[in-house]
């Protein structure tokens, strides 16, 4: 087992000078007086500040939403086990999700999903988002701040038996964690390799996507003519069809498993002490509900 070293406070204050441990102070005096949040470690308050620009009621509203997102959908943020739970193996075996170690020319850092099985019967969304999430949490752990973070999702071989899996409510329930409580700079959104399932998956997303995310998401039917604008196609494994120059995939993904499963212990543990106490907080406790009924989220403004 090889445990990676998690980024120190200290670290973080050297690639932000604009990151003043007065404004920690601030959100640890108010985190305090919200006796339903967890202990919250200042290289965390770094992410929800820079998240948001260094403002800090926004930072305060993305630590809400983080917590208590990821204490109420469990489907995405329980059972979390990398070498125990069951359906988290199987879906290891179905999609490789890969951080990439070239970032674009801005520096931001691009996490990369493909399918690698491609039978439909084998696809669970939810597991895949969780799949998704544990990545994108331990990257965070790792590295921290970026200037800028970017997804790409590549659709080869994704068919309609595909998304005919899909889950409605679970991909308006992860749209909202993805917007309102993942604290990193989302700078872009693109599909890549795309077909006419993708007019399915995006009929199924547009109604829960804020015109933020309207505005970074980006469609690559063609992905060697289009992409370059956007990022580096060396920055890709050298076995995916983009011309890329990195590692092969597999290599890659494997890397990214065994790093999962050394980090077992900091999961289980976050599943224990990163999660919301309903019964302290002030007011009305809030549910798993995302439909706007009372005691809720806040709505989703749908135009």
């Avoid at 930072?59 to 739970?85: Q, V, W």
Wanted: glycine share 4%; charged share 30%; net charge neutral.
């Amino acid at each position: 087992m090889s445990l990676i070293k998690r980024i120190s406070y200290e670290e973080e204050k050297k690639k932000n000078p604009e990151l003043k441990d007065s404004d920690i102070q601030i959100l640890k005096d108010w985190s305090v007086k919200q006796a339903h949040l967890p202990k919250i470690l200042d290289v965390e308050y770094v992410l929800f500040l820079h998240s948001n620009y260094y403002r800090i009621e926004a930072a305060k509203n993305t630590i809400e939403e983080y917590y208590t997102s990821r204490t109420h959908m469990t489907e995405f943020f329980c059972d979390r086990d990398p070498l125990g739970t069951k359906h988290l193996r199987e879906i290891f075996k179905v999609t490789a999700e890969m951080t990439l170690s070239l970032p674009t020319k801005e520096g931001y850092k691009i996490i990369y999903g493909r399918l690698i099985d491609y039978e439909p019967s084998h696809f669970v969304y939810n597991d895949l988002m969780k799949y998704f999430s544990m990545v994108v949490d331990l990257w965070l752990y790792i590295e921290g701040t970026a200037k800028g973070h970017v997804i790409v999702i590549d659709m080869a071989n994704v068919t309609f038996a595909h998304a005919a899996r899909l889950s409605p409510l679970g991909i308006k329930k992860y749209l909202y964690y993805l917007q309102e409580a993942l604290p990193v700079r989302l700078k872009g959104l693109h599909f890549i390799n795309t077909n006419a399932v993708m007019d399915i998956v995006l009929s199924m997303m547009k109604p829960f996507m804020k015109k933020e995310l309207m505005d970074v998401l980006h469609i690559h039917a063609s992905p060697k003519d289009t992409l370059p604008k956007f990022m580096p196609l060396e920055a890709f494994p050298c076995d995916v069809g983009l011309d890329g120059k990195s590692r092969p995939w597999k290599e890659q993904y494997e890397e990214i498993l065994k790093n999962l499963e050394d980090h077992r212990e900091w999961f289980l543990q976050d599943e224990v002490t990163g999660r919301v106490n309903e019964t302290l907080r002030v007011g009305k406790s809030k549910t798993m509900d995302l439909f706007g009924v009372e005691g809720s989220f806040k709505k989703l403004d749908i135009d």
